[in-house]
């Protein structure tokens, strides 16, 4: 090998282990802090009051719905048009009514909650928000465009 590589081949391998050691970081999401998410929209406001989120439940103003975790996406999901990492949460059963009688899709079997989409947005208006959108598909969403998007909440989210 040439004298004159050695310097940069060393350089470059430290710059990949770098970058992939940096990549390796556990995300951690606004969702997942112990305390419930307040109603920002005045959809989450009418409907499902504070939310908590955790590993195989969702809980809308108190009342649990066991739920199961279908891994983080990167997709666009809000009307921002923007990518962002959200959390896909398969609903094992519907919430049912909520408050004041509302529900999360609708009243009938062909309409419940299904799915959940949680992800964290951020605008100079607002601040930070965890957005919530509902599902009453069949299959996981791929996607805003999704067919069966029912609703969509917004709850606050402390940027620190």
Known sequence: MNKCWA????????????AAMAQSAIEHHAWQRKEALVPLSRTAVAITGPIRVSANSVSFGGKSVPAKNLGLFWRVWGDDGMQH?????????????????????GSSERDRARF?????????????????????????????????????????????
């Not at 310097?7 to 770098?18: D, H, N, R, V």
């Open 7 to 18: 310097p940069l081949i060393l350089f470059s391998g430290a710059a990949l282990a770098t």
């Open 116 to 160: 959940i989409v949680l992800w964290e947005s951020y605008d100079e208006s607002s601040g930070g928000a965890v957005n919530m959108a509902a599902w009453s598909s069949e299959t996981p969403p791929q996607d805003r465009d999704s067919a069966g998007l029912c609703a969509t909440f917004a709850y606050v989210w402390k940027v620190r």
């Open 85 to 105: 990492t959200a959390a896909i949460y398969q609903l094992l059963a519907d919430p049912g009514p909520l408050r004041q009688g509302n529900s999360l899709c």
